[in-house]
């Protein structure tokens, strides 16, 4: 039987409990969302006692389905003050499952200032001393975790950033050779772990393929279509595997929505200078690696592995990161953007948020445009908490605010990633609307806007892109839940035969008879749920917007706005 | 004929403009949150190029009504989002009304990094070159325009702060003397000027008493049954002109409702030393006056002159300023209450919102309670813009934000006041429910919780505080309409033949025939036009709501909580 471990860390007291009815069928986001709306005041203070953090694997993890090894954080987000749900990749999720964890659910705050770790394993779980640990960087905490319970565990971990409750402080999970630097990233999750004062969780199980399967035979045949169905499309079966995300480097400046210079221009000079294929190139000869699987049964293998100069390794490089570091930054330089990277792996942060905040002290001129070297010097200051490294820390929105810019990316205080909103206008829907903040993840509208998966809907125009974005954004909140990666929606889009073989695995697993219709009514109601609870915390349709620049600003080199009528934006939600 | 004058700043262009039908009858906080609504997005961004600045004298303002000198500036908001009016004393409303002023209006934003002045008299208005005075604090800039146009001249200007934008920065007037320390401070009105680029506004004009009126005679005769009526209180009469509203400290103290050491206790051991009493005394002693108006025909003279070891004049020190820096910081020594104070004035900052962000950075341990050198040099850093600077000039809410910290006294963004909400209950509604955000002058519930004005409502129990706040809510949204200080209050809420009297002075000048019922309807119509920007912008129920800290945490020495319920709090507005 599956079972939540309740951790009451003002009381320090782990408490198995069985699962209720209510969740037996939820996973992943569409668990950690209930919960949160269930458990948690909306209106209560993202780092005070009354939040909690819920990390819950995916349905589908600890399964042979590939890909399927994603990891659901979830809770109040200090950053945006809504509810966030956190998505990352490493070996947590698939563990968990193993042992047969529905969800961890940490609540209160202890008093004095001592720091906590919790370890999971088969025999139960234990909370722990973890003075020792703190002020720590997540490789370090990973190592140690590493050479004290072995290299099999999975460490769940924040570093600086999050024991100061930083607003971009992320949750970092390791991949199997012990790289700390898969992100449940955004929205400050890393905070609420802080303000928990629980600095690492030690998942110790040998375990990765081990959920229980009611009918393994069929589960096995629906597994085996499913991957097909993956390799078989140009995306998820060449692209990816190839370049990894940053294949969307050259990509996405051709489109002309590379948003550069903190969103001025919509193409950058030097793109190829930080791109996938660069970073493939650069990677190889140096030794790493141009692909990688950030957990066991990944068939995409998006990630990487870069050597840098001073002869760490930053894994992987997104193109997310590069485009945060890169372009945003008017910085062609791979290796400084790695060094970036590097450090907000290091130190526990959010790259897309840093790469904002660091393009909006840029537009206030406290950082040169285009200087490495200076962008370094900023965001080291982050992991010493100087007044400079606070504001970094503290995200885009609150930069802005400390140094009076307008120009500041952000939707419900969350910065706006990698795809500018007037040249890619579906993720703009997505980004003003999206119960989380600005994010690209949450409806990829990329997909039909660019890439010309899922049909084609011209990214330069307002038509059709509200429709895309809610079908994108209630099929993505369906994928959070089953732990499947969303990179699987390249090929589920094209593919009729994709969305079957997953509820055919669901219900191979569960011995259940979900229908296509169900799975879509997963989605439409984890929106509901996380739309709710942002009602209660105060959102309203005045939060669904983008910022007043990109509706008056025109940008290169198409000399779009973003012109989706707020009207439109407040019927995404018609369901 | 009254005119508006409308300034664009895009354009540099000034035009006089009729006063419409529907402006007619307003005047102060009625007409800048009616403009407010009428001209300016709800959503768009404080600092940009959408928002106003409305500067309106009040109806009685110019003429021989006693204390009536008030200005009323409004806006959207930067640190709070919504409607916002803060009113200030000093010769500038007079002035502006002696001229025929019904309003200025600051719109749009000029390119370039130029300064602006804007230079007003008899003659008509027009646009200088200001940057020669960029960069200077207001005494400065004061002193140079009342050199340069004559002692008599009303300075209107921001210093450094609301040239950078800071969210805490306040728009400066100065007095008789040509103090510039009348301050409309709160909610950010400083960054909206210096978002337009106008770094002063001289008015140019002799008169002060020389705004129109019908009946003289009639009016005569009311103003000086008004006078009496003020003389005859034994607040505005006697508490007042003795110790000027630092009389309040000890008061306040005794009835444990004091905060101290960033809203911890309820009482300071050190109160009197800060004290109004002790403030009359050293201010005597050294040259100074404990008595002042801060505008000419003020019958209460609540102000004082504190000359400083340093041989400069801080004038005056408002108890709210004392609470902020003194108790709230756990600083006993007026010397260094005065330094904090004057550095605000001279820089350009609201001082209750700087003693709030202190209170939260010491709160946080940057800088250590009770440290009065510390506490100056971290606010000599915001005249130099370093980090720490701007996190301080950003008001206690981002300052929380950027160190993690869960105590911060804000509602709306705003910072609380001088008066526990756990044990001045009255004051904790204004605080949670106001237009403005947290603002004590917005329902100063303290005259029936603490000075027995008004009635009396047991400031420690949640019973009948609802009411209270509500009516104050409506009678300082009329008050601050009329131009009159607001502490004319206490001797109105006591005297039945008070608001007749301010009713005919309004007749008398603009011979027409409101009744008391209308004055109140006009209370009601500013606090409903208000709602309903801030509706637009967002504002839903939910940021009616107190800090938690206010509802867990018991605060000596009554052990009280804030007990008012959500649904009670909802019901303040049910008019």
Redesign the interface.
């Known amino acids: 039987m599956a079972k939540i471990l309740r951790v009451n860390m003002f009381q320090k007291e782990l408490k198995w409990e069985d699962v209720p009815g209510k969740y037996a069928a939820l996973g992943g986001r569409a668990l950690t969302s209930q919960i949160i709306l269930d458990e948690v005041p909306?209106?209560?203070?993202a780092?005070?006692?009354?939040n909690k953090l819920v990390i819950a694997p995916g349905l589908l993890s600890g399964t042979n389905a590939p890909s399927s090894g994603r990891l659901s954080i979830g809770g109040k987000s200090?950053l945006t003050g809504g509810i966030k749900e956190a998505n990352a990749g490493g070996i947590t999720s698939q563990k968990l499952a193993s042992l047969g964890l529905k969800a961890i659910i940490l609540e209160g705050r202890p008093e004095g200032s001592g720091w906590y770790g919790i370890k999971i394993s088969a025999d139960g779980a234990e909370m722990f001393n973890a003075n020792d640990l703190a002020g720590k960087g997540t490789y370090e905490v990973t190592s140690i975790c590493r050479e004290q319970y072995g290299s099999k565990v999975a460490v769940v971990t924040i570093g600086t950033a999050g024991e100061?409750?930083?607003?971009s402080a992320g949750v970092a999970n390791n991949d199997t050779e012990g790289n700390s630097s898969r992100y449940a990233g955004r929205g400050g999750l890393g905070?609420v772990m802080?303000?928990k004062r629980v600095k690492v969780i030690v998942v110790d199980s040998p375990g990765t393929f081990d959920a229980p399967v009611k009918d393994s035979e069929r589960f096995k045949a629906a597994a085996k279509k499913f991957s097909r169905i993956l390799l078989d499309h140009p995306v998820t079966g060449k692209g990816l595997p190839a370049y990894g995300t940053n294949v969307l480097m050259n990509i996405i400046n051709e489109a002309g929505t590379l948003p550069t210079r903190n969103f001025r221009y919509g193409r950058y000079d030097k793109a190829c200078e930080v791109s996938g294929e660069k970073l493939a190139e650069v990677a190889v000869a140096r030794g790493g690696k141009a692909t990688h699987a950030c957990h066991p049964g990944c068939v995409m293998r998006c990630s990487n592995v870069y050597p840098m100069p001073d002869g760490k390794v930053c894994a992987p490089i997104e193109y997310e990161t590069a485009w945060g570091f890169g372009p945003n930054l008017e910085i062609g330089d791979l290796d400084v953007v790695a060094k970036l990277n590097y450090i907000c792996n290091d130190v526990g942060l959010d790259t897309i948020e840093i790469g904002c905040a660091l393009g909006v002290l840029m537009e206030a001129g406290v950082i040169p445009f285009g200087d490495g070297n200076a962008a370094v010097s900023a965001l080291e200051e982050v992991g010493r908490g100087?007044?400079?490294g606070?504001?970094i820390g503290?995200g885009a929105a609150?930069a802005g605010?400390?140094?009076?810019v307008?120009r500041v990316p952000v939707v419900k205080g969350q910065g706006i990633p990698a795809y500018d909103p007037r040249s890619c206008k579906g993720n703009g829907v997505t980004y003003a609307t999206s119960t989380m903040g600005a994010d690209h993840t949450a409806g990829y509208a990329v997909t039909a806007n660019i890439l010309s998966v899922g049909g084609t809907v011209n990214p330069l125009f307002a038509e059709g892109q509200v429709d895309l974005s809610r079908n994108l954004q209630i099929a993505t909140a369906a994928v959070d839940s089953t732990g499947l990666c969303l990179f699987v929606a390249f090929a589920v889009l094209d593919n009729p035969e994709g969305l079957p073989a997953i509820v055919e695995m669901i219900n191979a697993q569960y011995g259940v008879n979900l229908t296509v219709d169900d799975v879509v009514a997963l989605g439409q109601n984890v929106l509901k749920v996380e739309r709710e609870f942002n009602s209660?915390?105060?959102?309203?349709?005045?939060?669904d917007?983008l910022?007043?620049f990109f509706v008056?600003e025109e940008l290169e080199p198409h000399k779009t706005k973003f012109d989706i009528k707020d009207e439109e934006l407040d019927g995404v939600f018609n369901f």
Chains 1, 2 share one sequence.
Do not use: H
């Open positions: 909306a209106t209560c203070d780092l005070g006692e009354l200090p100061m409750q930083l607003l905070a802080g303000s100087t007044a400079l606070r504001i503290s609150v605010k400390a140094y009076g307008t209660r915390a105060g959102f309203t349709k005045a939060d917007r910022p007043e008056n």
